[in-house]
């Protein structure tokens, strides 16, 4: 990603050039700003626009005048204070029209956004002034101008004067080539655009400093018409936008298998880094649960003991099989490894960790060969390894049904980690409770990794039922916490 220039750069500057006396104008001259600020301040009422008549975005207030009978939709929710998007449509539609799929995304980067409908130039000026105008909005800071198409150009000629930190442009269009904005800025672009063909935008973006291209594979001119399968732009933008933010990320799209987004919470650390991370795959039968179910007694300890997190959706049974679910997952490693710089996360300290149901998937995934997506440590609870158990009873057979459609030994047998051990496995840590119709599978798949020579560790809860969240509150039970952060440590230290 591409870093901000230093503020810093240029704060001795009317010392430098004007001299003792130079410095003193410029002090007065920030004093009557200060004042200007402070009317401005007095001068700003909140805004009160009509909330319901947004039939996009809940909250948002629509149709708010900002000059004459221009007007604008504005999303700044109560709460923190939030940075600033300011969107600017192209030569068609308006306001409510050809960015609305940026609502969303950048209401998950934390941004309050603005798009506005316009005449010229003059009026985006009259409504960044409108919007950064202090105490009518919940905002805080600088704020991000995106623009597509012919926007591009009004979005390019107010940067400086409206102290944007960054520009954003979607199939940007240029009648003449602008001057270089002089900040961070992102361009996004369609290798398939005939409008504004992406050689010369691309080349463009080349000579400017801190710019960033992103291509758009087979993506025309309009963004609205990109392809499920081209979305990874919308994980780039909120990316980019958040920066380095550190803490919780929610509802990142790493995979989209069918054109359906597959999401991940992440948990990112203070400090440098680059950090351990665990991929957590939650339990549920294979059917049910999604990325905060069932695992949430885990966030809060890894999470303080220094590890990135990322706990997965996936897709579930009836609608796939496991074979597919194990392919979700395989998923989920490799955007953490291909995107590690922007986590902070070390690719070589990796782990995964399920629980029933997914501790089958992160057994099997640990047992096969996995290009792009190797681990270096394994965390099953109460996992399930043996479906050839299963066949004999038929009460299971719906079961096995809906998990693996039409199956026989050989198929439960492929998709049972307890016949794919081997020596070369990585570390695996098992955790039990006794009370758990599982305990025996568990026991079955510890004697058998023993007998291999696989390296794992097993930890028993005696009297714990099945499932982590029916443990919470359990004085007795709670050591595992620090059981699995401490080995968790240990396999993944630095040059193991």
């Known amino acids: ?25 410029t002090l007065a001259a920030l004093f009557v700003c200060r004042l200007g600020a402070q009317a401005r301040e007095t001068a700003c009422p909140v805004a009160a626009g009509n909330a319901a008549a947004s039939y996009l975005v809940p909250g948002a207030m629509s149709d708010l005048k900002y000059r004459g009978d221009m007007t604008l939709d504005a999303y700044a929710p109560a709460g923190t204070p939030r940075r600033a998007a300011i969107l600017i449509h192209g030569s068609q539609g308006d306001k409510s029209t050809h960015l609305t799929q940026l609502f969303e995304v950048l209401d998950r980067a934390g941004f309050a956004w603005f798009s506005i409908n316009y005449r010229n130039l003059d009026d985006v000026r009259a409504a960044v002034n409108y919007i950064r105008c202090p105490g009518r909005f919940n905002v805080t800071g600088r704020p991000v101008l995106i623009a597509e198409d012919t926007g591009a ?23 003449r080539e602008p001057p270089a904005p002089r900040l961070p800025l992102l361009m996004m672009h369609g290798t398939a655009d005939e409008e504004s063909p992406p050689g010369s935008v691309e080349a463009l973006c080349r000579s400017w400093p801190a710019c960033l291209f992103f291509p758009v594979a087979g993506g025309i001119h309009n963004l609205e018409n990109w392809h499920p399968d081209q979305w990874q732009w919308k994980e780039e933008l909120a990316a980019w936008l ?23 919470d992440a948990f990112v650390p203070e400090g440098a880094g680059p950090f351990p991370a665990v991929v957590i795959a939650h339990g549920g039968g294979w059917e049910a649960g999604d990325k905060v179910t069932y695992v949430s007694p885990l966030f809060g300890p890894l999470a303080r003991a220094g590890f990135a997190w990322f706990s997965i959706d996936y897709r579930l049974t009836p609608y796939v099989r496991n074979a597919e679910q194990l392919e979700d997952l395989r998923a989920a490693i490799r955007y953490v490894r291909s995107h590690a710089a922007r986590f902070h996360v070390d690719p070589n300290r990796i782990a995964i960790l399920g629980e029933s149901a997914s501790g089958q998937m992160v057994a099997q995934v640990a047992s096969e060969t996995c290009r792009g997506c190797a681990v270096q440590a394994v965390v099953s609870f ?3 390894y043996d479906f050839t158990q299963w066949a004999g009873d038929a009460a299971n057979r719906p079961m096995l049904d809906r998990i693996f459609g039409l199956w026989d030994e050989e198929i439960l047998k492929r998709y049972s980690p ?51 969240e029916n443990w919470a ?12 952060v401490a080995w968790l440590k240990a396999t993944l230290r630095e040059g193991n």
């Open 1 to 25: 990603m591409v870093k901000r220039p230093a503020l810093s750069d240029n704060r001795s500057w009317p010392l430098k050039h004007f001299g003792a006396s130079g410095f003193y104008l």
């Open 153 to 175: 150009s009004l979005a390019v000629g107010v940067a400086q004067e409206a102290e944007a930190s960054g520009l954003v442009l979607f199939g940007a269009r240029f009648d």
């Open 242 to 264: 958040r920066g380095d933010q550190r803490g919780l990320w929610k509802d990142i799209a790493y995979s989209r298998p069918g054109g359906r987004d597959l999401r991940m």
């Open 382 to 384: 109460y996992g399930v």
């Open 418 to 468: 307890l016949f794919h051990v081997r020596r070369s496995m990585p570390p695996l840590l098992l955790l039990q409770g006794t009370k758990d119709e599982l305990y025996a599978g568990t026991l079955a798949y510890a004697d058998q990794l023993k007998k291999l020579g696989a390296r794992y560790e097993l930890i028993l809860l005696e009297g714990a039922p099945h499932g982590m």
């Open 473 to 484: 509150g359990h004085t007795e039970w709670e050591f595992y916490q620090q059981r699995l």
